[in-house]
């Protein structure tokens, strides 16, 4: 019995880790992975683990085997593709897919401590001038920038403000997010 999983490696091939699609397809099955599928270059991944393998352990193996064949440290954040499908359901941002590149989820591996919790609530306060706003629902940030979230100042200070709480954080653009769970369920 195998349980799938999606495995969103942060930083692929937009921070200083190169690793093309066919790498990390590779590094997948070398360690057991099967059925294992790549959706872009960005690392999303989505395959089949033995069935008691959780998705702290995937993410680990992962992590790990990375590391080990790159020099470098990816931290990778994983869903069921039932807990993906949730977090798409939740949108509060509805609205939004209309205008998929304005609604990104930032995934976290963890929820947030309240204190982190407390922080994001100051800040989305602050930024309630902003076109821009956020909500954070479990271990799901969500972005609304209709300007694009490279000009989003509060995007970039939500997801730091998580981050400095211990949490890895990795986003995806709507469109992403909602083929990444296609793959998973075909």
Known sequence: MTTRHIALLRGINVGGVR???AQQRHLAEALGFTDVRVLL?????VLSAPGDATPAQVAAALTARIEADHGAPVPVVTRTPSELAAELAANPYPEATDVPASLHCVFLSAPPEPAVRGAL?????EGAASPNSFRLLGRTLYLHCPDGIGRSRLAARAIRAVERGGVTATARNWNTATRLLALARS
């Not at 270059?41 to 991944?45: D, H, I």
């Not at 609530?121 to 306060?125: E, F, I, K, P, Q």
């Open 121 to 125: 609530d100051t800040l989305g306060a």
């Open 19 to 21: 690793i093309s699609m």
């Open 41 to 45: 270059q960005t690392g999303n991944l």
